[in-house]
């Protein structure tokens, strides 16, 4: 009998001490702390909720600047099929904007979903001006008034200041940013138009 009663309160303790490890278990990812990548959640919903509430500042800020940097990068290319003499920089041109029209449309989406605004197409606010890389009104004029092996020299030159000013953005996003997918993208950016930059450098004749 004392052999029964103490399997009976064994049994019970277990399973306590079962339930209470499962409550723990479901807080740990209810808040979020489960995992830094966004992906340790069971549901996709959970997953989303839990990632979005993972950006800072940082975040917002590269974003809010990649989208009128990104804009102005496609302005310069769509000059580049009607203007340029070369097929090297038509073809990078067109590189660019297959890139970076997605990007916008992906930034775009992360800002509303922070409950952020998203900057107005063709309103250069006073945060995008004097942004790293960022062409002046006097230079992208210049751009649209050139033709042939000028136009060639100056979108490759104009670009690689433009591709440095993004390196260096998505380098800050890196170094200071929380949200994960924005980091990816950063890395993204860094990558490829890193490579695109030397690409230009050598066709420019300077490497």
């Not at 992906?39 to 979005?52: C, E, L, V």
């Not at 073809?91 to 890139?99: F, Q, S, T, V």
């Not at 952020?116 to 006073?126: L, S, T």
């Amino acid at each position: 009998m004392i052999s029964k009663r103490f399997l009976v309160r064994r049994t019970a303790a277990v399973v306590a001490a079962g339930a209470a490890a499962v409550v723990l278990a479901a807080c740990a990812s209810d808040d979020g702390s489960a995992g830094h990548n966004g992906h340790s959640t069971s549901s996709p919903a959970a997953s989303a909720s839990a990632s979005q509430g993972q950006h800072n500042a940082a975040d917002v800020a590269f974003a809010k600047g990649m989208i009128p940097h990104h804009r102005q990068a496609i302005e310069m290319a769509d000059l580049a099929p009607s203007r340029a003499e070369s097929a090297e920089v038509k073809k990078l041109a067109e590189g660019i904007k297959k890139a970076q029209d997605p990007e916008i449309k992906t930034l775009s989406g992360w800002l509303t979903s922070w409950g952020e605004q998203v900057p107005a197409e063709g309103a250069m606010d006073h945060s995008a001006h004097g942004m790293a890389g960022m062409m002046s009104a006097q230079e992208m004029e210049k751009l649209k008034s050139a033709s042939g092996k000028a136009f060639d020299t100056a979108f490759m030159e104009l670009m690689i200041k433009h591709h440095e000013g993004a390196v260096e953005m998505a380098k800050t996003e890196q170094a200071q940013g929380a949200f994960p997918e924005a980091k990816t993208m950063a890395q993204a950016i860094i990558t490829s138009q890193s490579v695109e930059i030397a690409q230009m450098n050598k066709l420019l004749g300077k490497n």
